[in-house]
């Protein structure tokens, strides 16, 4: 049974309907430009993040790390300012121009990727990886945010389909150009000495892939910024003579937090799928190199060749056909969104499980890439169907809650896989059955939590539907 609206959410959503009828919607070239520069930042971002991923064995060697401290570089280290800041700076989205924080963010990202290739010891490359964490976390809910006022609700899913083409790029050049670079600078001696500095050589490899970052930072500074779609004052989170304290709870995310929890039968099993997903999915990546090295004896050039083509396939044809299985179910059923995504993460979890059990690197690495194509098969129904159950203004915060949520755990399960190996297994050389027993443990409970949620996303969408939103 579907909830019934209250008089308070029939008057917003009425007044809101009024506000958007009226304002004109900007043109769709200055929208398309606004795709291309969100897609190249996430482009950067997600290159950087593999370039570093793969830098793996080689940061082991240099700094005489265990897996579980590897683990924590790789992941829990970038969380740190992250969980400090993100909600704040996500803040920033809902009341200041788009353009600059998202300009800003990605500009501080590949500056500080670069520093990291000039850090003299491990406190300092942790140092680094701290602000990666904090430059990152306004990026997904300012591009959300921003292309929601561009586009036309019937545009989204096309919309958020396009956008998967920088996580695309990124993660599959990351692996291909990423081994390639390895390699390369494996031919240089083993330290630099240059003004006064000591560099390993493959921290050259981090000066070079930060960069761009800063070129990825101007293209939105000629973005033009479009008017946001909600009524006048709403960005307004409290009123204006409310107490400081009511205020800095609010600017924290207090009432987007509040908002989840009052709808928590539709949120919680979506955020609990997406944090156990996370834990694997996320963490993963930044094993695959030490995996592939220490079971197969595959160099970071070999692995990055093979699983980078077989990526961008995947990739490609996981959108494609995501794209097409929930049209098809959007036909037929109000949850289509939320019934897609259980379906696909069913086949994750089996083609996850059996990655580390293949008996060669090709058919590891097959089953990596299967697992990368259902993950891009779900991504854009998952991250609709959060789009369509929150309040415009409330957006920017909700989104960086429930992204908080993906970034948190998969942040952290670098270091979970790390720590089954440091601790319970024993063995570092037997870093597959540590991936074994965490896709075993999470992702099927995650599956559970996604099947969970698709009765009460219906009624909300149903709710949703009587207030004509």
Same mark, same amino acid.
């Given at each position: ?240 003579? =409310?107490? %400081? ?5 609010? &600017?924290? *995310?207090?009432?987007? #937090?509040? /908002?989840?929890?009052?709808?928590? !039968? ?97 058919? =590891?690495? %097959? ?5 990368? &194509?259902? *993950?891009?098969?779900? #991504?854009? /129904?998952?991250?609709?169907?959060? !789009? ?82």
């Amino acid at each position: 049974m579907a909830i019934a609206p209250n008089a308070t959410e029939l008057q917003a959503a009425t007044t809101g309907a009024t506000g958007d009828k009226d304002q004109p919607w900007p043109s769709e070239r200055w929208g398309f430009y606004a795709l291309f520069c969100v897609i190249f930042a996430t482009f950067i971002t997600f290159f950087d993040q593999t370039v570093f991923q793969m830098l793996a064995e080689k940061m082991k060697g240099s700094f005489g790390m265990t897996d579980a401290m590897l683990g924590w570089v790789q992941g829990p280290v970038s969380l740190i300012a992250y969980v400090i800041v993100g909600i704040p700076l996500a803040r920033l989205v809902d009341i200041y121009p788009r353009k600059w924080v998202l300009s800003l963010g990605i500009a501080a990202l590949g500056s500080i990727m670069a520093l990291g290739g000039i850090a003299q010891n491990l406190g300092q490359l942790i140092g680094t990886r701290l602000f990666v964490g904090a430059s990152s976390s306004a990026n997904g809910p300012g591009s959300y945010s921003l292309l929601l006022d561009y586009f036309r609700p019937m545009r989204i899913p096309l919309v958020f389909a396009l956008l998967q083409l920088g996580y695309i790029g990124g993660s599959s050049l990351g692996n291909i150009v990423g081994g390639q670079m390895i390699a390369w600078t494996a031919t240089f001696p083993d330290t630099i000495h240059f003004l006064g500095l000591s560099i390993f050589n493959w921290q050259l490899v981090m000066v070079m892939v930060g960069t761009p970052g800063l070129l990825a930072g101007l293209f939105y500074v000629f973005l033009r910024e479009p008017p946001r779609r909600s009524p006048a004052g709403s960005h307004k989170l409290v009123a204006d003579d =409310a107490s %400081a304290g009511r205020k800095f709870a609010a &600017f924290m *995310g207090w009432d987007a #937090a509040k /908002a989840i929890w009052e709808r928590k !039968q539709v949120f919680l099993p979506l955020f609990a799928a997406l944090a156990l997903s996370a834990v694997e999915s996320q963490g993963l990546p930044a094993w695959r190199i030490p995996f592939m090295a220490r079971t197969y004896g595959w160099s970071e050039a070999e692995t990055g060749a093979l699983l980078g083509t077989l990526m961008l396939v995947s990739m490609l044809a996981g959108i494609f056909a995501g794209g097409v299985f929930v049209t098809w179910m959007g036909k037929r059923y109000k949850d289509a969104n939320i019934r897609a995504t259980a379906i696909i993460f069913t086949c994750t979890t089996i083609v996850t499980i059996a990655s580390p059990l293949m008996p060669t690197g090709e058919g =590891a690495i %097959a089953m990596m890439a299967a697992g990368v &194509f259902f *993950g891009l098969a779900g #991504a854009p /129904a998952q991250n609709a169907a959060v !789009q369509r159950i929150v309040p415009n203004e409330k957006r920017g915060q909700v989104s960086a809650l429930y992204l908080f949520m993906f970034t948190f755990f998969g942040g952290l399960g670098s270091w979970v896989i790390g720590s089954v190996s440091t601790y319970i297994i024993g063995d570092e050389q037997m870093i597959w059955k540590a991936i074994l027993i965490t896709a075993c443990i999470f992702l099927p409970t995650a599956t559970f939590f996604m099947w969970r949620g698709i009765r009460p996303y219906r009624e909300e969408v149903e709710r949703l539907e009587a207030l004509g939103l």
